[in-house]
């Protein structure tokens, strides 16, 4: 009946301590409350929230004659950019530089280790499964031997060392109330010093040297749940940045082609500044002699050679750029800066033609930064469940064997077995405000998640734009750079008449080069805005690529 009643009492003062340190929401319960987020908003059922993205090339036939021209130029490109690269030189092309980059940029080994961290932090909760064996030896020195055992009872009897038993007897006849007189007396008068010392100093105590070896083994048998949570946690921590690696990869790709793609547009445009250079040193050669023989004023002369200057300068400031672009290339593909690279006038491309919202439903479904956010989520509800674990009892079970030479006869060697449990009645509030701030942190995980798919469909129509209006500059500059070309024709033909002037051809020189300019960066900027397209919706090379490991994997195991 005892040990009822202090059971009862237990469990009163259990159910009491609970009800006034949490909330009145019971601890075990499955489900919270869920996270109250805005109304999703119909975009599309509401007029003027989000622009109709209307195609800038619906016919079928200038969307063709684009493509035909965007080859055509390419084409052309490849025969004006010859470059003489050295021995130790190399040339590259777009997916070279991305597969370098991929494999020898330092930042693809920061994301990799981070990745070998988190896979180690399952292991870590993992561990807590299992035995936790320890073992200590210890070796203490004391000083029992050198101590004065004549103290206490003994001192009555006249002290330790060289003291007299005479003199103890005389101070136990002094003082009649000491309560010794009644045994000491018979002692003192039968027995001398030495044969008292002897029987009342026995060996009870420890050697001057004690030897201690401990060997124990812990075993958790129940925890509420606690590892479980834990090692789920960290695995999906470890997805979370398994995604954030390919987060990170994907971005590295975008760079590299944007790096390449300016490398091989500031490669053409030199191309290009150089042979308008040509064009004008010619030119005021004309002029020169024209005006030798008095067939045009000064005014031509100086006209052509302030524009060879303007060409002039226009190349040195092409070149520049060019060797900045190609600085930044090599950073992203990690190798030396001296190292002389030519670049194959290549763009690896695909004509756009479905709708945006196929792209945004694609991103939704492909883009790493969704699903690490999403892992990130899932750990924060497996933490949630650790927290609530700690509201149930915990059950451990420990084997210690303990071997300790020295130590006197009161110290037992041999095994212990010890079968526990403990529970945490309160904890002054601790777990309540634990779970508050886990539920705070899930909940903002949560909003971090709509606010990302916002960016998301923000970059995939961004970039759908760019591409548009890319084609369209790509082509109206085309038609443009078949007009230059014809004036120029046209302007050398009345010069050579003589109906025509110096101004005319320096005039439609300049057209052609602004022309060519335009056109080239028109493709430079569809190329770019492709890479972002792939990017922003997450269907990448990269990402290809590990697709098609994984069915090939796939594909290996199934026939296995």
């Known amino acids: 009946m005892k ?10 003062l259990s159910g009491s301590v609970l009800a006034l340190e949490d909330s009145p929401e019971p601890y075990w319960d499955d489900e919270y409350e869920e996270l109250d987020f805005p109304p999703e908003v119909d975009f599309d059922a509401q007029p003027g929230r989000r622009a109709d993205l209307t195609d800038l090339l619906d016919d079928a036939e200038p969307l063709m004659d684009t493509i035909e021209g965007i080859e055509q130029h390419i084409q052309e490109l490849r025969d004006l950019v010859v470059e003489e690269i050295p021995p130790e030189g190399i040339v590259l092309n777009v997916r070279q530089c991305v597969d ?9 080994f920061v994301e990799d280790q981070d990745v070998l961290a988190a896979e180690a932090r399952i292991g870590q909760a993992r561990s807590a499964m299992f035995p936790q064996i320890n073992s200590r030896y210890s070796i203490t020195r004391t000083e029992y031997g050198d101590q004065d055992f004549g103290g206490g009872a003994f001192q009555a009897l006249g002290g330790g060392g060289g003291s007299g038993i005479g003199q103890g007897i005389g101070r136990l006849f002094a003082d009649t109330s000491n309560p010794l007189l009644t045994i ?3 002692i003192a008068f039968n027995i001398g010093e030495s044969l008292v010392m002897e029987q009342f100093t026995p060996d009870f105590g420890p050697d001057d040297t004690i030897y201690t070896a401990e060997v124990s083994l812990r075993q958790v048998l129940y925890a509420g749940g606690q590892i479980r949570s834990s090692i789920n946690a960290s695995r999906y921590l470890a997805e979370s940045q398994e995604w954030r690696r390919e987060a990170a990869l994907a971005e590295l790709e975008y760079q590299t082609k944007q790096a390449f793609y300016d ?12 042979e308008s250079v040509k064009t004008f040193e010619r030119n005021l050669s004309d002029a020169e002699q024209m005006y030798d023989v008095g067939m045009i004023s000064n005014f031509e002369v100086l006209r052509a050679q302030t524009e060879l200057g303007a060409r002039k300068a226009d190349r040195v400031a092409a070149e520049n750029a060019n060797q900045l672009a190609l600085a930044n290339l090599r950073r992203l593909i990690f190798i ?4 002389p690279v030519a670049l194959k006038p290549d763009i690896d491309w695909e004509p756009t033609r479905d709708p945006v919202d196929a792209f945004v439903q694609k991103a939704y479904e492909g883009r790493p930064e969704i699903r690490a956010l999403q892992r990130a989520i899932d750990a924060s509800d497996q933490n949630i469940r650790g927290i609530r674990g700690q509201y149930k009892p915990q059950v451990a079970a420990n084997v210690q064997f303990q071997d300790i030479d020295g130590a006197g006869p009161f110290q037992q060697d041999g095994w212990t077995f010890t079968l526990g449990a403990e529970w945490e009645i309160g904890a002054g509030g601790r777990r309540k ?5 886990a539920r705070a942190e899930r909940d903002g995980l949560r909003y971090q998640l709509q606010d990302l798919e916002r960016l998301v469909e923000l970059d995939v129509n961004r970039a759908y734009i760019q591409i548009q209006d890319a084609m369209a500059q790509v082509h109206s500059e085309r038609g443009t750079v078949e007009l230059a070309r014809e004036g120029l024709r046209l302007a050398e033909l009345r010069f050579q008449e003589g109906v025509g002037t110096q101004s005319e051809i320096l005039d439609a020189e300049l057209a052609q080069t602004n022309a060519e300019t335009n056109l080239i960066q028109a493709l430079r900027d569809y190329a770019v805005a492709n890479a972002a397209l792939e990017r922003a919706t997450g269907d990448n090379w990269h990402a290809r690529r590990a697709l098609e490991n994984r069915n090939a994997a796939r594909a290996e195991e199934h026939e296995e």
Not at 100 to 108: D, E, P, R
Not at 263 to 274: G, P, Y
Not at 336 to 339: E, S
């Open 100 to 108: 370098l980059a991929l494999t020898q940029n330092a930042q693809v």
């Open 184 to 186: 000491g007396l018979p």
């Open 433 to 437: 405000h634990e779970r508050i701030g």
């Open 263 to 274: 490398a091989f547009l500031t490669s053409a445009l030199v191309q290009v500044a150089n």
């Open 336 to 339: 030396p800066q001296d190292t």
């Open 3 to 12: 040990w009822l009643h202090i059971t009862l009492i237990c469990l009163l």
